[in-house]
Antibody, heavy 113, light 107 residues
Framework: QVQLKESGPGLVQPSQTLSLTCTVS????????VHWVRQHSGKSLEWMGR???????SYNSAFTSRLSISRDTSKSQVFLKMNSLQTEDTGTYYC???????WGQGTLVTVSS | DIQMTQSPSSLPASLGDRVTITCRAS??????LRWFQQKPGKSPRLMIY???NLAAGVPSRFSGSRSGSDYSLTINSLESEDMAIYYC?????????FGAGTKLELK
């Protein structure tokens, strides 16, 4: 069945780079887009960007200068890298696919020294 | 960016009630509107896609509708398992944007 799972460090220091991995199963990255969505604690959801099935990417302009999404289709993994992290980047990061019908469980990232 | 103005932010209701949550789009988004349900500590769950289509496995007491730039999620005969936060999402134009959420709680 379709599954997505985020992984990465729970704690990142300010000004450092966040690296997250979304590992998928049950579908091919060459068939469906994968989106990254962020949620601050107790707040709404924020769309960050997507990896298209053809390998192209789209980004929320609010993150464009510091966000990068890539993939390794052989490992069924999509990667998020965001640099210059600040405390306001603290939140839960989700990957989602099949037009948001499937989501990972989310990974909490805390930006703190 | 397209603003999705969601109302109300909080909705106290009783079991068996019929409730409606609305998102108003600041620009035309066609029917590129989805509704999600999120329970504490859980990932969002897709409830409605294409503004009016029920996602797989969603109970038939949920429905979506559109009137101009207003998109609504209606729950008929509220059940205890429906208590959650509901979000709309427009995916017509980048950046995709969510509504601020509606917390549905027992009165």
């Amino acid at each position: 069945q379709v599954q997505l799972k985020e992984s990465g460090p729970g704690l990142v220091q300010p000004s450092q780079t966040l690296s997250l991995t979304c590992t998928v199963s049950g579908f091919s990255l060459t068939s469906y887009s994968v989106h990254w969505v962020r949620q601050h604690s107790g707040k709404s959801l924020e769309w960050m960007g997507r990896m298209w099935s053809d390998g192209d990417t789209s980004y929320n302009s609010a993150f464009t200068s510091r966000l990068s999404i890539s993939r390794d289709t052989s490992k069924s993994q999509v990667f998020l890298k965001m640099n210059s992290l600040q405390t306001e980047d603290t939140g839960t990061y989700y990957c989602a696919s099949l037009w948001f019908a499937y989501w990972g469980q989310g990974t909490l990232v805390t930006v703190s020294s | 960016d397209i603003q999705m103005t969601q109302s109300p932010s909080s909705l106290p209701a009783s079991l068996g009630d019929r409730v409606t949550i609305t998102c108003r789009a600041s620009q035309d988004i066609g029917n590129y509107l989805r509704w999600f349900q999120q329970k504490p500590g859980k990932s969002p769950r897709l409830m409605i896609y294409g503004a009016t289509n029920l996602a797989a496995g969603v109970p038939s007491r949920f429905s979506g509708s559109r009137s101009g730039s207003d998109y609504s999620l209606t729950i008929n005969s509220l059940e205890s398992e429906d208590m959650a936060i509901y979000y709309c999402l427009q995916h017509n134009e980048y950046p995709y944007t969510f509504g601020a959420g509606t917390k549905l709680e027992l009165k």
